[in-house]
């Protein structure tokens, strides 16, 4: 069993950043793929960033440039570094580990950018 914790979020203007990070309990989390999801009212869940366990990392197009995945698997966290904050930004952001077809989900953190 994983249980993962997501904190970070907030309400920031358009244009500043905020770091989300996701602690994850349990053992072998280095072997986890890890990804963020964000769901906005009324959207589906959709995948923003994703880090395999070797530290690759893939992005949707749209946070391309501005949002950076990583992992610390010291600390059993990941993070998504956020810059350059957009209103369309605006979702519950979820933390997302996955191994071997296994998949684990933490409870979401809100992030809100408005002016």
């Known amino acids: 069993q994983v249980q993962l914790v997501e904190s970070g979020g907030g309400l920031v203007q358009p244009g500043e950043s905020l770091r989300l990070s996701c602690a994850a309990s349990?053992?072998?989390?280095?072997?986890?793929?890890m990804g963020w999801y964000r769901q906005a009212p009324g959207k589906q869940r959709e995948l923003v960033a994703h880090?395999?366990?070797?530290?690759?990392?893939e992005y949707v197009d749209s946070v391309k440039g501005r949002f950076t995945i990583s992992r610390d698997n010291a600390k059993n966290t990941v993070y998504l570094q956020m810059n350059s904050l957009k209103v369309e930004d605006t979702a519950v952001y979820y933390c997302?580990?996955?191994?071997?077809?296994?998949?684990?989900w933490g409870q979401g953190t809100q992030v809100t950018v408005s002016s």
């Open positions: 880090i395999t366990s070797g530290g690759f990392t």
């Open positions: 997302r580990a996955n191994r071997y077809g296994v998949t684990y």
């Open positions: 349990g053992s072998i989390f280095s072997s986890y793929a």
